[in-house]
């Protein structure tokens, strides 16, 4: 299968090798591939560590996508509407597996934006209103998404979206990453409460004085 990752930050480091390793190809996009490849070495070791990585524009990413595959947004979620809405057109009809958070995380200060009445999840989705959106990954840590181990294989993941087919893809390739226990919430507006879980997230690590990796459901 191909996935398209777009963004070159912490979560695509991370789950492009874990997606390279079951086997499918990866072509990741960003604003600037040279400017990425000059100023981000963190990609850059990434880069030289899986030479088989593509490395193109967020436009040839987009229309390099196959619909029998999927889209990664791991674009940081205060500017990813913005990179995300040019590529609506040829993003039509590819599943989106959006990790984003609402969250700015290079404020203190930052709040939930938006919150309760709407979500990053649903924003995404109507900013790209010919693709189906599948909200997952976003309550977990970023070092745990392809690494199910560091917080159990009984750990929830959740799914929020409005396509069926698309869910059950996103599911397949979670359960491939080793995850068990994919809990289906429903429509994309259920993003709402797993988006909210961030603010928990944040305060509670403050409080315990260490960086969570997850909340795990006891059923």
Known sequence: MKIVILGTGEVCRLLAPAFLSLGHEVVVGTR???????GN??????????????????????????????VVNAISGPVCLAALAPLAE??????????????????????????????????????????????TL????????????AVGPDHTVFLSGDDETAKARVGDLLRALGWRDVLDLGGIGTAR????????????????????????IVR
């Open 32 to 38: 600037d591939p040279e400017a990425t490849l000059a």
């Open 41 to 70: 070495p963190r990609y850059r070791l990434l880069a030289a560590r899986h030479p088989e990585l593509r490395l193109v524009s967020f436009a040839a990413a987009a229309e390099a996508a196959d619909r029998s595959g999927l």
């Open 90 to 135: 040829s993003l039509t009809g590819q599943v989106v597996m959006d990790v984003s958070s609402p969250y700015d995380w290079s404020r203190p200060d930052a709040v939930l934006d938006p919150v309760n009445t709407d979500s990053l999840g649903e924003a995404v989705q109507r900013a790209l209103p010919g693709s189906h959106v599948v909200k």
């Open 138 to 149: 976003n309550t977990l840590a970023a070092q745990v998404m392809p690494e199910p181990g």
């Open 193 to 216: 409460a797993t988006e909210m879980m961030l603010r928990l997230w944040i305060d509670a690590s403050r409080a315990l004085g260490t960086h969570l990796l997850g909340f795990k």
